[in-house]
């Protein structure tokens, strides 16, 4: 009778002690293999941690395995064993890249953006031309707000590397912080076959500076339309609320109305969302005697060279509700003010300052089709020219159409 008790134990004896030399004779890499899959398919960190340290057991010097250790460490929310084993490596091998990545952005997601900038520039030392590095340091003089120099970093990303989609998506952030100072002229000219007699002559003049909570911009403009002048003062602002939202604020008043509303105001709130999509949502008012309230939303989305945007605007009236629509679309050919643009769109917008004077001007829904194509060129980093082309087919009466066409010119300097 004991033998038959026996015999289960002493095969499970045997059994565990074939198991384990399997273990001892699995190598480094296969241990590696394991590991990889177990922190990026089933997402199991300690079990990734283990096979690590069963790998580096055989293979102390596997310096791979060693960082991708204090990545799993990093991303199981254990910082200081992941700086240890970042630093065995970088205390080897200081010219190590990927060391001095991890390292860097162990400190960078830590919150500790002085220490992630000591680790990035530590790696470029030994690889100058290293575009994670670079971006990553981007990212990192984004945080600390040294624009200026975050906008030269992201440059060489671009210029090395132009279809990287998250250089584009920082760069566009970048760039709009980088100089404290800006001027603008803008003049379009609009002509109308059959709605007007005369055409449109549009002047803006802005200047935009930018503080500590993010830019302010003050605007005048000046219009010449139904045979009457006028002008318009506005102010806009964009204040940074974190890393993820940012909001606009925008105000303006006309003594002029018919040539420019009234009065006119709008609030949007900016989002970054991840995988280089963006989201916006608000509101815009316009008053020319009677108010009207407009809402819209948009997405946007950077991919490689290119940038997508879809917007509408809802106005409620009369039991119903006025749509238009348009979706833009830029292709970066250079830096983050280097681009050709095209938007087609449907109905008014009150962001478009040569036809939102239209809005309102109707009792039922008129219909309009649109295109615009723009270019846009940085010479010599500071200075931008700014052309574009607009094509409007506009219901101006019930069932009547006219065409109409828009030629903007502008030019900005940043200083």
């Known amino acids: 009778m004991r033998l038959k008790f026996h015999l289960p ?3 499970l004896f045997f059994s565990f002690q074939f198991l384990q030399a399997q273990d001892q004779n699995i190598g480094s890499d296969e241990l590696f293999t394991k590991a990889r899959s177990a922190a990026f398919d089933q997402k199991d960190y300690p079990k990734a941690i283990s096979l690590s340290k069963q790998a580096l057991a055989k293979s102390p010097d596997y310096t791979d395995i060693r960082i991708f250790l204090g990545r799993v460490y990093t991303w199981n929310k254990q910082p200081d064993s992941a700086r240890q084993a970042f ?12 060391a001095s990545l991890a390292f860097a952005s162990l400190e960078f997601w830590e919150g500790n953006s002085e220490k992630a900038l000591e680790h ?27 624009w200026s120099e975050a906008n030269i970093e992201i440059e060489k990303v671009i210029k090395a590397d132009p279809n990287m989609t998250e250089a584009r998506t920082l760069a566009a952030r970048v760039r709009e912080n980088s100089s404290k100072n800006k001027i603008g002229v803008n ?27 993010g830019s302010v911009i003050g605007r005048i403009n000046y219009a010449n339309r139904f045979k009457n002048n006028g002008v318009q003062f506005e102010i806009d602002a964009y204040p940074r609320i974190s ?8 105000g303006g008043y006309s003594n002029n109305v018919g040539v420019f509303p009234q009065y006119r105001a709008g609030f949007s709130l900016y989002a970054n969302l991840p995988a280089s999509f963006e989201a916006e949502a608000g509101f815009r008012y316009l008053t020319f005697g009677e108010s009207t309230w407009i809402y819209t939303a948009s997405v946007g989305k950077y991919y490689k060279s290119f940038w997508f945007n879809f917007r509408t605007f809802l106005t409620p009236s009369n039991n119903e509700v006025s749509q238009s629509f348009a979706l833009t679309s830029r292709y970066y050919y250079g830096g983050a003010d280097d681009y050709f643009s095209l938007r087609l769109g449907t109905g008014l917008s009150p962001d478009d ?14 219909r309009s089709n649109n295109i615009t194509l723009g270019y846009r060129r940085a010479f010599k980093s500071l200075n931008i020219l700014i052309v574009n082309l607009g094509v409007d087919n506009q219901e101006y009466k019930l069932n009547t159409r006219g065409t109409q066409i828009d030629l903007g010119l502008g030019y900005i300097r940043r200083f």
């Open 9 to 11: 134990l002493t095969l």
């Open 87 to 98: 630093s065995q490596v970088l205390n080897k091998q200081p010219d190590n890249a990927d």
């Open 120 to 146: 990035v520039n530590s790696g470029l030392k030994h690889h100058s031309d290293a575009s994670d590095l670079l971006l990553l340091k981007a990212k990192v003089l984004n945080d600390l707000k040294r």
């Open 187 to 213: 003049y379009d000219f609009i002509y109308f076959d059959k709605q007007f007699d005369d055409p449109w002559h549009l002047v803006s003049v802005d200047y935009s500076h930018q503080t500590a909570l």
């Open 243 to 250: 890393n993820t939202f940012q909001a606009y604020i925008s």
């Open 353 to 366: 300052p040569q036809n939102n004077v239209l809005i309102g001007n109707a009792n039922y829904k008129l």
